[in-house]
């Protein structure tokens, strides 16, 4: 099981950081990733990092604010977002999968957690 917290409402410019913890479950050995949906809109990619946490890959509308990154012993994925903008605004789920950079394919999925970016 995936859970994803640290959503909420910021101004824009304005930071977040999202985490997911994985609980129930190890994913040992999974590439973890952050997807988002915003109204009216298909789910997109956001980033994905591998397991051991040496490669990571990023959307390009999102490259130089966001930062994925992962704790093993933790067993938490975290995306820290800044320079927030509006279009950011979207429900922001996390996943386990296989697969590392442009081929990382979810698997797992965690609940989705708000992000609200006003302007």
């Known amino acids: 099981q995936l859970q994803a917290s640290g959503g909420g409402l910021v101004q824009a410019g304005g930071s977040l950081r999202l985490s997911c913890a994985a609980s129930g479950r190890t994913f040992s050995g999974y590439g973890m990733g952050w997807f988002r949906q915003a109204p009216g809109k298909e789910r997109e990619f956001v980033a994905a990092i591998s397991w051991s946490g040496g490669s990571t890959y990023y959307a390009d509308s999102v490259k130089g604010r966001f930062t994925i990154s992962r704790d093993n012993a933790k067993n938490t994925v975290y995306l820290q977002m800044n320079s927030l903008k509006p279009e950011d605004t979207a429900v922001y789920y996390c996943?386990?999968?296989?697969?590392?950079?442009?081929?990382?394919?979810?698997?797992?999925w965690g609940q989705g957690t708000q992000v609200t970016v006003s302007s």
């Open positions: 996943s386990a999968g296989q697969g590392a950079g442009a081929y990382y394919l979810p698997g797992y």
